[in-house]
Structures are given as structure tokens and as C-alpha cells.
């Protein structure tokens, strides 16, 4: 597992999306299950609070869009 340090202003969805570029509410779940601690600064972080990111595939792939003519 990768750690990275926050910057000032970074909520955890800009976090993630910024380290892993995905913010999905599955990645959410999993990176507060590793670092509960976070709750204690509120919705934005301050500089330098160590994250643990959590470890993911890839980009989740977008469904395939459904269409009135099919």
C-alpha cells in the first residue's frame, strides 16, 4: 500500500482523484476503513497528514450507454 501526504485544502475525494484519478464511492469506503483517524480533521485536510491510499485495479469502466434505438 502506498502512502502520500496530503496538501492544504485537499478533501479525500481530491485526494483520491488526484493519487488514483477515481473517487467512486467503493474507493471512498475502503480508504476510510484504512486510515479512521482522517475523521478527526474534518471534511478537508490540512498539510501533511499521511493518507494510506488504497490498492485498485484500474479505472472502473464506464457502462455501456443505452440507447432508445436498440
Not at 48 to 62: C, R, T
Given at each position: 500500500?502506498?502512502?502520500?501526504?496530503?496538501?492544504?485544502?485537499?478533501?479525500?475525494?481530491?485526494?483520491?482523484?488526484?493519487?488514483?484519478e477515481r473517487?467512486?464511492?467503493?474507493?471512498?469506503?475502503?480508504?476510510?476503513r484504512l486510515?479512521p483517524e482522517?475523521?478527526?480533521?474534518?471534511?478537508?485536510?490540512?498539510?501533511?497528514?499521511?493518507?494510506?491510499?488504497?490498492?485498485?485495479?484500474?479505472?472502473?469502466?464506464?457502462?455501456?450507454?443505452?440507447?432508445?434505438?436498440?
Amino acid at each position: 500500500m502506498r502512502r502520500v501526504r496530503s496538501i492544504a485544502g485537499d478533501s479525500v475525494n481530491l485526494l483520491l482523484y488526484r493519487e488514483l484519478e477515481r473517487c467512486d464511492d467503493a474507493t471512498e469506503e475502503v480508504l476510510w476503513r484504512l486510515n479512521p483517524e482522517l475523521a478527526e480533521w474534518g471534511s478537508i485536510l490540512p498539510a501533511g497528514v499521511w493518507v494510506v491510499l488504497p490498492e485498485v485495479d484500474s479505472k472502473p469502466v464506464a457502462p455501456t450507454p443505452v440507447s432508445a434505438w436498440d
